[in-house]
């Protein structure tokens, strides 16, 4: 997290404090609706904090993962909303009203869905028992600003600035208060494991899970990361969950390659985007001449292998490993997405658009085909059609900034200038760029009628920022 982010953030998390710490009830009287408006006002004050990674293949596997959770966890009170934090961290951080992020080293620790799942679902049944909130009560509240300190300290999960953070705070005791206890963790972890149940899935990625963190609590002693010091003492959690895999002997769960396929692809991916390119090379060298390894698990480090590759521009030796995983799964179409991106990179537009256009007929609602397929024929010079497929990523994934600087770009380049500008204040707004988005949006809501649809909409998102200002 860098320092001149943690501002913006920081002023957010103390809205909860405020909330919270002022309201004479307890914090189980912490109502829905407020719970929500401190939900609206960290939704757009995440971007300006966290490095997010919201492309959107990455962003649709995150959130399927979450609402197969949400499926058996019952009837919830608020949309959760699921992140993917670009960190060096081995962290995991569930706040109010339903964002759950999970940092990126965390999910390269993994190695199996069924470890992505116990942590969602753990994470999951945190926020359902509202156990960050219970410990947000007034009367344990010596300082506003200390507990957003502590709040803050916990979500950046590491650095200088969080450490400095974490010491003020434990030094007024509030960072304490914010630690989930161990009946809390027995809670979430219970939890967890019945809806593993419920999903049908393998419940020893709990324990395999608890057994990492276990490994890394051993061998970092004195620089525990911040997701051990939030979720303590893994060896009698380990020991609980074990304990409840063998009274549960004749539970059987579904195997699946497929899911592992997915979660590869999407661990692979990640790695590709935030690992230096040699450390990834190295480690994915490894996973593929590994003698354990299975046909499939070397075949998916290829594939990390060839997204490494094409990170580096090595575009020709990315196409040929995409080749051979292609080759290995011929019934996975979003492989074919993945070539036609390196395809464009390497300018062959033409040949792009046919493998999309492909995908797109197996899979016509899908963000990930549809956003890349939008950018291709913007560059054919298609421009109507690059907006149309645009806007239906847009409409899909609303939060996703990038898209509407896609489309901002292309109408700029007509010299739709106005409907321009709208889109750009979208992009500014999904990127916490609160003063920009303003600033767009009143030059739109100045030169169009106020009954168009275009100068409502850019007064609705005044009157959205204005109340995002309001602490």
Request: charged letters at 25%; one cysteine or more.
């Amino acid at each position: 997290m860098h320092t001149k982010n943690l501002k913006c953030f920081l002023s957010v998390l103390l809205v909860i404090s405020l909330l919270v710490s002022g309201n004479p009830r307890s914090a189980l009287g912490f109502s829905v609706g407020e719970e929500k408006e401190v939900g609206e006002k960290l939704l757009y004050a995440v971007r300006s904090s966290f490095p997010i990674l919201d492309e959107p293949d990455l962003h649709q596997y995150i959130t399927d993962i979450g609402n197969e959770v949400l499926d058996v966890a019952g009837i919830q009170f608020f949309d959760y909303h699921f992140y993917v934090v670009e960190s060096s961290q081995f962290n995991a951080f569930a706040a109010p009203s339903g964002l759950i992020f999970f940092y990126s080293k965390l999910i390269e620790s993994m190695n199996s869905e069924d470890e992505l799942v116990s942590v969602m679902a753990h994470e999951v049944g945190h926020v359902v028992k509202r156990h960050l909130a219970s410990r947000m009560k007034k009367g344990k509240v010596v300082n506003i600003a200390s507990l957003g300190a502590a709040l803050a300290a916990i979500a950046l999960g590491g650095g200088a600035a969080a450490q400095g953070l974490l010491a003020g705070s434990l030094a007024a005791g509030q960072s304490a208060q914010l630690h989930f206890s161990r009946q809390d963790e027995i809670e979430a972890d219970l939890l967890a494991y019945q809806w593993m149940q419920d999903m049908q899935r393998d419940t020893a990625g709990q324990k395999r899970m608890l057994q990492t963190m276990r490994r890394i609590t051993r061998y970092r002693t004195g620089q525990i990361p911040q997701y051990l010091l939030t979720h303590p003492d893994p060896e009698a959690r380990l020991d609980y969950v074990a304990s409840l895999i063998a009274a549960d002997s004749d539970y059987l769960a579904k195997t699946e390659e497929s899911r592992n396929f997915a979660f590869l692809r999407f661990k692979y991916r990640i790695m590709s985007i935030t690992q230096k390119s040699s450390s990834a090379r190295a480690f994915l060298a490894s996973e593929l001449s590994d003698s354990r390894a299975t046909e499939f698990e070397r075949t998916m480090a290829l594939y990390g292998l060839a997204q490494v590759d094409r990170r580096s521009n090595n575009f020709e030796q990315s196409l040929s490993r995409m080749d051979e995983v292609i080759a290995a799964f011929p019934n996975e179409p979003i492989l074919q997405v993945d070539k036609a991106i390196v395809l464009a990179d390497q300018g062959e537009y033409l040949e792009a658009r046919i493998l999309l256009e492909q995908a797109r007929r197996k899979r016509p609602n899908d963000s990930y085909v549809l956003f890349n397929l939008g950018k291709v024929v913007s560059r054919l010079g298609d421009a109507d059609l690059a907006v149309q497929l645009l806007k239906e990523v847009a409409y899909d994934i609303s939060e996703f900034s990038d898209v509407y600087f896609e489309i901002g770009k292309i109408l700029s380049s007509q010299g739709k200038n106005i409907e321009a500008r709208f889109y750009l204040g979208k992009y500014n707004l999904y990127e916490g760029q609160l003063k920009l988005a303003e600033a767009n949006f009143k030059q739109v809501a100045g030169k169009t009628e106020e009954q168009s649809e275009m100068g409502q909409a850019s007064r609705e998102m005044l009157e959205l920022i204005e109340r995002l200002k309001k602490n």
